[in-house]
């Protein structure tokens, strides 16, 4: 283990600790080294270790018991949604299993959406989706489209489809860059998502869910091949 530069050093040491933990240098269920003897090898005081300790421990991938020491935490096992954006910046194999949820979520978000939509939700559907199509580079377009998406949530009524789609896209955005290949276009993103919309607006159930299938699975694709 290499001396830490002093600069934001808690920060550094809670990246290289996180980083052991993911790869399985420390396993699930098993006691870290005692602090003195991981403060030595990092070269940093007890108390930088013990600020990083804390951050780990909000985060859920450590436990600390008083006179027992500190144990990585089960964090697949009991774990949130919210430690998705740690994993995939540390592997993104875990983009793939995120994208399979994202089809299932998105499908039935816009069925929902056909049958709940108010109507200043299709009035700023409607606006959304021209944004999409105004955007100007792939960046400002997956942005748009990602607000699309965030608006069909909420035409739904129900707030927990809106949190569990900022909880998604939020755990793809360590890797957001490399999946704009289906945005490079604004027309043609226009157009892949203008099915979607218009089913919801027309208020249509099923063609709406059909319809978001149909996006979901053509822009993983693209996506997947981007990353890959």
Known sequence: ????????????????????????????????????????????????????????TQAGLLETRHGVGTRVKDFVRLGGADLLPMFVRHNSDWVGE????????????????????????????????????????????????????????????????????????NAYLPVRAALVAPFSDPQAAHDRVAPVVDAVLAGDPIVARTAADAYLTTTEQIMLEGLG
């Open 98 to 169: 995120i994208f399979e949820v994202r089809r299932s979520i998105g499908t039935l978000i816009a069925e929902r959406a056909a049958i709940r939509a108010t109507p200043a939700d299709r009035s700023n559907l409607a606006a959304l989706l021209s944004a999409v199509q105004a955007a100007a580079g792939g960046d400002a377009v997956q942005l748009a489209d990602a607000e699309l998406h965030r608006a069909l949530a909420h035409a739904t009524g129900n707030r927990v489809y809106t949190l569990l789609t900022n909880t998604l896209f």
């Open 1 to 56: 283990m290499e001396t830490l530069p002093r600069e934001t050093i808690v920060d550094t040491l809670e990246g290289r600790l996180r980083d052991a933990i993911l790869a399985g240098h420390h396993a699930v269920g098993a006691m870290l080294p005692s602090e003195r003897q991981l403060a030595d090898g990092y070269g940093v005081t007890r108390t930088t270790l013990k600020h990083a300790f804390e951050r780990l």
